[in-house]
């Protein structure tokens, strides 16, 4: 850290963001254990969350798009977009919901 840089870009060349961009393979494997290790939780927070006179919420970094899902279940009147890279968006799905996460691929670091 003295350097100013962060161990995984002195290892890599690039920051880890980056890096996923680069590397498909990775970059899925890295959202699908994101997505499995947070599954058990979406319904907690889902729950936990007040939106009331929400219109319209924004995961950003929300990966597959699981804990939007929840949530839009839960709160039918409300629109939901999902913003994270595209390797991220790849493998999202319908999830067998009328109100889907809008994908809107991007990048917030270095924006």
């Keep these: 850290m003295r350097s100013g840089t962060s161990p995984f870009s002195s290892v890599h060349g690039n920051d880890f963001y980056t890096f996923l961009g ?3 393979e990775v970059a899925e494997n890295f959202g699908r254990s994101m997505t499995l290790s947070l599954e058990g939780t979406n319904a ?3 729950d936990t ?3 009331e006179g ?3 919420l924004v995961d950003v970094g929300g990966g ?3 804990l939007l899902r929840e949530v839009l279940q839960r709160n039918p009147d409300v629109r939901g977009t999902l913003f994270d890279i595209e ?3 790849a493998d999202v799905g319908p999830g067998g919901l009328a ?4 994908p809107a691929g991007g990048r917030m670091v270095g924006a």
Excluded: E, I, R
Excluded at 99 to 102: A, F, S
């Design 87 to 89: 390797p991220a968006l």
């Design 99 to 102: 109100v889907l996460p809008l």
């Design 44 to 46: 907690t927070v889902a």
């Design 49 to 51: 969350l007040g939106l």
């Design 54 to 56: 929400v219109g319209h």
């Design 64 to 66: 597959q798009g699981t």
């Design 22 to 24: 680069n590397s498909p």
